[in-house]
């Protein structure tokens, strides 16, 4: 076999490697979508679901797991964000008549689904499990990044493999490539000799003009990218997202820097140092503002914020606020997120790490972002945990900035014009490919 030939060997997963289950034999709380969705995730063995924030995701994850359990008798582990791990236990699984053990003190394993967060994953014995999911999987979308490495080959002998997300690639394609390695698809390295080539005037690699097509229908072999179930040919009366009502509140900010004799004008930078300096010279300011917002009336608001100075500011002028962050203690954390879900919690002041994903707030139709970052897919998942399937009412999203951040949000805009490119891009690549997939046709 040469070269070639073994790259085109990887390009299909056989479909006998799975588990072979009849729709009916799914669990009947499933929407036909969700059946006909885990029935191919099953039968492929290792796969993607890259579905929009609200379409049950969870739900699929958690019979997939389920039934990998059944067929092998072996314990099935779910990794997921920190607050997302008791929701998944306490409130998803038992809609399903499914149990979900929580590790958290005690790692030892019997059999079963278990769930905890991706920081506990080295006090697991990865090798224990015949199946795995990541939940939130947009956690392998740095190539070079730490967690990336470390989960790939903590389960790289492992049978079954699921990983879900909605946003598999929030900056370029290329990070597509790292939920294939990780499947045991393709490696990086082997999809980018395939696909891609290096353009040396950007620096960075781009889709082969006569590959694009053999590409997406290389990545239906292992993914399922929808953002509602009409994509798949099924009805999506109840999928409809009500109305996003978005205000840039834009606070003047002095440009004098009285830290220069004189009040010399500051030079407002990109730099992560300059970047830091400024988020810190306009906090209060922009503290002040959220308070205004949330205090106006005696709705639910949910603010993000990026830093403790912020957090600070934030429960300074809002005395009623609960704050969680990163030093909280686990139960702390997943009792606040929990209490804020039921509404025993008006404004809850949070980090988009430690809330922004996976998270169901749908009760709260008001959210604040108390500045921003550069990170577009951190404001996507932080906004998304409202705005989202199943939310009844107009979302409202304010994002309360200084004049001197503005490149922040065009930024922000900038990469959300392009994700948007993107991903339709996706869509009509993919959509013809998976109705026949789904129809019985491939």
């Known amino acids: 076999m040469n070269y070639q030939e073994f790259l085109e060997s990887k390009k299909k997963i056989k479909e006998t490697d799975g588990i072979d289950i009849e729709l009916d034999d799914l669990n009947p709380v499933l929407f036909d979508y969700q059946k006909a969705i885990v029935k191919k995730a099953l039968k492929k063995k290792r796969f993607a679901l890259f579905e929009a924030c609200g379409m049950g995701k969870t ?10 359990n059944k067929e092998t008798n072996m314990p099935v582990l779910i990794l997921a964000p920190l607050g997302v791990t008791v929701q998944t236990a306490y409130e998803e699984a038992p809609l399903l008549g499914y149990e979900v053990k929580v590790l958290r003190d005690d790692f030892s394993i019997d059999n079963g689904l278990y769930i905890t967060n991706y920081e506990q994953l080295d006090n697991i014995d990865t090798n224990l499990f015949a199946g795995i999911v990541l939940d939130e999987s947009s956690v392998l979308k740095n190539f070079t990044g730490k967690t990336r490495v470390q989960l790939t080959n903590a389960f790289k002998n492992t049978k079954y493999r699921l990983c879900c997300t909605a946003t598999p690639a929030p900056n370029d394609l290329m990070e597509l490539l790292n939920h294939a390695d990780f499947l045991g698809i393709m490696t990086t390295a082997q999809a980018l000799a395939t696909y891609f080539i290096n353009d040396m005037k950007t620096g960075s690699y781009r889709l082969k003009g006569h590959a694009t097509k053999d590409f997406y229908k290389w990545c239906c072999n292992w993914s399922i990218n929808i953002e509602s179930p009409k994509d798949l040919g099924y009805e999506a009366d109840y999928y409809v997202l009500p109305k996003l009502i978005e205000q840039n509140i834009m606070i003047d900010i002095d440009v004098i820097d009285d830290d220069f004799e004189h009040g010399l004008f500051r030079e407002i930078g ?143 805009n900038k990469k959300k014009e392009l994700q948007h490119n993107l991903k339709n891009q996706m869509d009509m690549s993919v959509q013809e490919i998976q109705l026949l997939n789904f129809e019985g046709k491939e």
Request: one cysteine or more; glycine letters at 4%.
């Open 59 to 68: 739900l699929q994850q958690l019979e997939w797991a389920h039934k990998v």
């Open 270 to 412: 990109t730099s992560a140092t300059s970047f830091h300096k400024e988020k810190n010279r306009t906090a209060d300011v922009r503290a002040k503002k959220c308070a205004e917002i949330a205090m106006k009336d005696n709705e639910q608001y949910l603010i993000w914020c990026d830093t403790n100075l912020e957090a600070d500011l934030l429960k300074k002028y809002i005395p009623e606020a609960v704050e969680v962050r990163g030093s909280d203690k686990p139960q702390r954390k997943e009792r606040c997120a929990l209490n804020f879900k039921n509404g025993k919690i008006r404004v809850l002041i949070s980090k988009p790490k430690i809330f922004g994903y996976g998270m169901n707030f749908q009760k709260c139709h008001n959210v604040i972002f108390c500045g921003l970052t550069y990170s577009y897919e951190n404001y996507h998942q932080a906004l998304r945990r409202i705005y989202r399937f199943g939310q009844k009412q107009d979302v409202y999203s304010y994002i309360v900035l200084g004049t001197t951040e503005m490149h922040i949000l065009e930024t922000v």
